[in-house]
């Protein structure tokens, strides 16, 4: 089992990562020092497949298991109020500590609820999907959607650990496993060119979830989300690089009103929209461009574009948090392993890439 280290301004976090990780959580949470009860918190479907797992690792040790819905159109206020309540009513107090088990959404809304829930709580994540063991689960950000745009309400709060297990992924369905592996392909692409080429020649492995090419770029990613978030982690300067594809990704699942996409579709998309409008705008070589599109689709079919027009999806961009005086920032690739943050977009290039993206391929 390996240790990473995150800076945060409340103090150092470890990643705990490695297989059999998950077996050594309660004792880990032990180790943090004095806290008051445990309340593991997760959803009904993920608590099917590894509830029996989890209430053995923490039995006798945590208060209560708290469970609420984990879809996208979940995210919102309303199950930040039901699980508060929850916790109300099963006895927690301001020395409470919340594990947060499952993926993103999971995450996102325990993450918020743990800095709300009088006016903070100690938090611990065991992410159990891919995107949130490489992504979601680092770096503090939590927040919940409103039906204007995605993770507009929430806060920076970093937990005092996160233990990766990429054995708790083997339930994971194949399609929520090919989501995570688009934030991969992100982290290739943003700062990683040698992950990018392991994804290029290693792709049918990890497609396969062969263990050793997992653990590589599972533990590839970490370390540059480590890295990233420690350097910046309110998102004031260098952070902005994981926002990749993002500006797309959030209008998409918008619009859709997070009901037909999963993130890491709607990121898979927004890279291939933000590669075709860098090349539009002399940024990236069409070549890197082809290399990153064809890597995206290897993975697999991306659900169809929405039946929605680029004035709809423009506007949609900015209600975005990354919009400025409502001037629309991209993060756009100049080649494979570096970025640019801030770039503006002419209206009509942005418009003509989306309606491109609309005619790849059936629209539902």
């Keep these: ?191 990683d060119a040698r992950l990018f080429r392991f994804l290029e020649q290693n792709l049918e492995k990890i497609l396969r979830r062969d263990p050793a090419a997992l653990d590589f770029v599972i533990e590839r990613s970490i370390l540059q989300k480590a890295r990233v978030v420690s350097r910046d982690e309110r998102e004031s300067g260098l952070r902005e690089i994981l926002n990749f594809g993002h500006t797309f990704a959030h209008a998409l699942e918008s619009v859709t009103r997070y009901r037909k996409y999963l993130h890491g579709e709607a990121v898979g998309w927004g890279m291939i929209a933000a590669s075709k409008l860098a090349v539009s705008s002399g940024i990236f070589p069409a070549k890197d461009s082809g290399r990153l599109i064809s890597l995206i689709s290897g993975v697999g079919r991306l659900p169809p574009w929405p039946d929605a027009s680029p004035v709809r999806l423009i506007a949609a961009m900015q209600a975005d948090k990354k919009t400025r005086a409502g001037r629309l920032r991209f993060v756009l690739p100049e080649k494979i392993g570096k970025v640019r943050c801030g770039a503006e977009a002419d209206p009509q290039i942005l418009s003509d890439i989306l309606r491109e993206c609309a005619s790849a391929g059936p629209r539902k």
């Design 1 to 191: 089992m390996k240790k990473i280290k995150v800076q945060s301004t409340s103090g150092t976090y470890e990643i705990l990562f490695g297989r059999r990780a998950a077996a050594q959580s309660a004792k880990a949470v032990a180790g943090l020092g004095r806290q008051g009860s445990i309340f593991l918190v997760s959803s009904p479907r993920v608590w099917k497949y590894l509830g029996a797992r989890l209430d053995k690792i923490f039995k006798g040790v945590h208060r209560a298991t708290l469970l609420f819905d984990d879809r996208e159109a979940a995210k919102n206020l309303s199950t930040v109020e039901r699980t508060c309540r929850q916790m109300v009513r099963a006895g927690a107090d301001r020395r409470a500590l919340l594990v947060a088990i499952g993926g993103g959404v999971v995450g996102d809304v325990a993450g918020f609820v743990a800095a709300s829930y009088a006016r903070g709580v100690q938090l611990v994540h065991i992410p159990t999907t891919l995107v949130a063991q490489v992504d979601s689960a680092i770096g503090g950000k939590t927040g919940v959607n409103l039906p204007e745009g995605k993770n507009l309400v929430g806060a920076f709060y970093p937990a005092k650990l996160v233990v990766a297990d990429p054995e708790l992924l083997r339930t994971l369905p194949q399609r929520e496993y090919r989501s995570g592996i688009y934030e991969i392909i992100k982290y290739g692409a943003i700062g």
